[in-house]
């Protein structure tokens, strides 16, 4: 089993990038999809972005798509998510999320997770 710690998140403008990092220790991380979720206050913990999508590919939420971007490397172990042209809406707690093999884009079958950075875009 993987375990996981993010980093990178901020206060950020409106406008403005960050890159989030997910580190994960353990073994056989390459098998894993690294999905990301965030959760804003008072809300429910909502699905961002995913790897290992029908056979490699990355899906994103709507909300996100064309803004973020996910990438792996799994030399370092490490997952990425590229946050540009940020909202004030995307202010959040993030958490990246481990699944053995498999993707999914419902965070109940998650169950490896890390702490969450909190990204605070301001307008």
């Known amino acids: 089993q993987v375990q996981l710690v993010e980093s990178g998140g901020g206060l950020v403008q409106a406008g403005g990038s960050l890159r989030l990092s997910c580190a994960a220790s353990g073994r056989l991380f390459s098998s894993y999809a690294v999905g990301w979720f965030r959760q804003a206050p008072g809300k429910e913990r909502e699905f961002v972005a995913t790897?290992?999508?029908?056979?490699?590919?990355?899906k994103y939420a709507d909300s996100v798509k064309g803004r973020f971007t996910l990438s792996r490397d799994n030399a370092k172990n490490t997952v990425y998510l590229q946050m540009n042209s940020l909202k004030s809406e995307d202010t959040a707690v993030y958490y990246c999320?481990?699944?053995?093999?498999?993707?999914?884009?419902?965070?109940?079958?998650?169950?490896?997770w890390g702490q969450g950075t909190q990204v605070t875009v301001s307008s």
């Open positions: 999320a481990a699944r053995f093999l498999a993707p999914s884009l419902r965070f109940l079958e998650y169950d490896t």
């Open positions: 790897d290992g999508w029908s056979g490699g590919g990355t």
